[in-house]
């Protein structure tokens, strides 16, 4: 049976995320081709990725380096230089079957919602998305007539468990964390914590916001808004369990008491292959789980108590509005002081529950709102960075 590739955008492509889905495209030739390619400030990495995929567009973020990027890809007129704002105008073109959005944070936004107006299928990896305007997009996914595929291994898990059981209400998920590198240490270990002991995550290979984030179950709390969104959950539907080995992604308990869970490595190319290719699995050469390697899978609850960020995540749910948009700008804020030695490890949870009670709150923002809000925060956040 023929087929015609399926074309897809990546948004992010020299992140984490973007990486390893370009190893997934160059592993299923003729499945796939690449429309256009986009990085913040890796010019080196993004020419090198455009001469290998040979897009029809390329954006380079830090405008400072756009002469740079057009100079090098002057040998290859098929492919457009673009820089800036032009981002949100390529994700929203007409060549593309999927876009995949792998940037980090906020900055996913406005090119997501340009997409999907497109009426683009979404394969989202930019959990900050549903997190600061989740009401919006899902109105925005459900008027255009868009697939919202999810990225992240823990909602990938749920996708897929849902599968042939949309006749079938969810009671609860339940979403796994593998509890960082510091799990079981209390405030006072923590108040110690180092940047390059944060960057240290025991099973998964990631970015430095996202390494952070995990490391102070920010993520995790990110990750518990995204699924109130992508799966149209009350807030009482969702659990968060600690899993150290990270081998259960997540699960689904139906309303007759049945669990239904996906398992496999920690490893991110298999959530973003299933994606790209759904409704199909496709075939791969991925390593495969075997469960004498893991004789036991344990777990335990989240210490919301010590680890403050899961937390807020959860209360700035229950508030809804603009509250997680404003918990979100707070911690990018707090996540960067920390990363640059300007706040300790725990300073990143007052920061952002400092925010949360200054920021003016909106009951109904639009997206207008939203854009505000993520500024006003910044502000904010940046001032009790500096005392």
Known sequence: MSFSPKRVTLLGSTGSIGTQALEVLRAQPGRFTVTALSAQSNAELLIAQAREFRPAAVVIGEEQKYQAVKAALASQPETEVLT?????????????????????????L???????????NIALANKETLVVAGQLITELVKQHGVQLLPVDSEHSAIFQCLVGEEQNPIEKIVLTASGGPFRGRDRAALAQVTKAQALKHPNWDMGAKITIDSASLMNKGLEVIEAKWLFGLRNDQIEVVVHPQSIIHSLVQFEDGSLKAQLGLPDMKLPIQYALGYPQRLPNSFPRFRFLDFPQLTFEPADTSTFRNLALAFEAMRQAGNAPCVLNAANEVAVAAFLQDKIGFLEMSEVVESSLARVSYLAAPTLDDYVQTDAETRRVAQELVRF
Not at 84 to 108: F, I, K, N, S
Not at 110 to 120: E, F, M, N, S
Request: hydrophobic share 55%.
């Open 110 to 120: 406005l090119p997501t919602v340009r997409a999907i107006q497109a009426g683009k």
């Open 84 to 108: 800036g704002a032009a981002l949100a105008e390529v994700a929203g073109r007409p060549d593309a079957d999927v876009v995949l959005t792998a940037m980090v944070g906020y900055a996913g």
